[in-house]
């Protein structure tokens, strides 16, 4: 057997730690993809062991990754706020070519993800006096900063997309908080067994409602204004 070269083994040395790399990331995922689907299944309830066998790794390779429970379900927890909000959303027409076809389909594809992704997680956070650990709060605060900028975000976009000038309204922001809530998600499939796409299509209706007439009384306000009716002339 030929002796091994220092050259030989100077190319080799790359490729393992290559393959060593490939194989840590492509473990971690499969304990990120399982983290998500087991705490939208059980909330923060959720054990390293049932994480472990839905991801077929064993809890000690968990604990390489995570120093504890709680440092893996607030990565989860980050995990789940980054896909719940990701985008683009790949399928939707521009809001520019087709304002009411991306409107309607991005609040269904909110209510998809509601489901998919948030499943039963964060229902533990949300009741005043519940968050007492500091896991917890950690997650309530991620969940919180997440929540608040995406649906600011979403708003402001419908809102310029339709013809809106300036801030959107306040009351236009709530009301995209509230229709695009995983709360009214669950309460229209639990109770009513309504399918996403039913419900996509009416929060569709009640945006593209609330948009118009917010944009009415933008109008009108301008058109008051110009008139020499508004605050400045009085």
Partial sequence: MAATTGADSQNRGPVTGSLADDKRELTQARIRRAA???????????????IAQASGVSSRTIFRYYESHDHLIVATVRDMCDAAGRRPIEGLPSPQEDFDGWLYGLATTIHNRNIDIVGDAFWDIHSPGRVSSGVLAEVAALRHEYRVRGVRYLAAMAWREAGGAGAP?????LAFALNFSGFATQALVTDFEIEPAAIGKLTGDILRTLLTQALEAQGDL???????GGPASS
């Fill in 169 to 173: 309204p306040e009351s236009l922001v």
């Fill in 222 to 228: 301008a058109g008051h204004d110009a008139d020499g």
């Fill in 36 to 50: 998500m689907e087991v705490v939208a299944r059980r909330g923060f309830d959720a054990t390293v062991d049932e």
